[in-house]
């Protein structure tokens, strides 16, 4: 199974963009979820996670800014990102924790990445 990122692009400085991520087939059980973005020439670094039960936790630098959301019932997360910033260019990527694929335990499954350019 793979993990589905869309909706990166190129918008301009204080302009929003929504990310979404989805599995390939059918899994469950699915625990955490997250957003993680890796700019040019740096480390990937966290954006958000979310909690089976809607717990979230952002990276710093998106707090107030960035919403995650998850929709258990289809087993995606979305990124609402506002305000956004040249600084928030980079390679976004979706994770999941843990999951059951056809009677497999998955762990730390990511998507192949979308790109996100902000223009100044």
């Known amino acids: 199974v793979q993990l589905q990122a869309s909706g990166g692009g190129l918008v301009q400085a204080g302009g929003s963009l929504r990310l979404s991520c989805a599995p390939s087939?059918?899994?469950?059980?699915?625990?955490?979820m997250g957003w993680y973005r890796q700019p040019p020439g740096k480390q990937r670094e966290i954006v958000a996670r979310i909690g089976s039960a809607g717990s979230t936790n952002y990276g710093d630098s998106v707090k107030g800014r960035f919403t995650i959301s998850r929709d258990n019932a289809k087993n995606t997360v979305d990124l609402r990102m506002n305000s956004l910033k040249p600084e928030d260019t980079a390679v976004y990527y979706c994770n999941f924790e843990d999951f059951w694929y056809r009677g497999r335990y998955h762990s730390n499954q990511w998507g192949q990445g979308t790109q996100v350019t902000v223009s100044s």
């Open positions: 087939g059918s899994i469950s059980s699915v625990t955490d």
